[in-house]
């Protein structure tokens, strides 16, 4: 099972974000436009998801107004800090604190 990062796409989720109803899975690089409350560069992440070639460039701006309804959405349904995943597995979390173990 691949995990990927739920705001670009990457096969390298490090975070998990708690929001209502779930957790969205983030890498170190959308994780720091998280935490620096970077809305743009989140979203120019999300652009850097290669789009099928079989979807026109036309529908590029549609897919950057989804992008975007999708991260405020991620923005108000946040209910917390990041937690560190293990092995990129969502259901099982190490603390985030620096020096934190899990054993």
Not at 39 to 56: F, G, Q
Request: proline content about 7%.
């Amino acid at each position: 099972m691949f995990v990927r990062c739920d705001f670009c796409g990457s096969l390298r989720p490090r975070w998990a974000y708690p929001v209502d109803g779930g957790a969205r899975n983030a890498c170190d690089d959308c994780r720091g436009a998280i935490e620096a409350d970077d809305r743009e560069a989140l979203l120019d992440r999300a652009l850097l998801i290669p789009l099928p070639r079989t979807v026109s460039d036309r529908y590029a701006p549609r897919f950057r107004e989804t992008a975007k309804r999708l991260h405020e959405s991620f923005w108000r349904q946040r209910a917390g800090p990041a937690t560190a995943l293990r092995n990129g597995d969502r259901s099982d979390r190490l603390d985030s604190r620096p020096g934190s173990t899990d054993e």
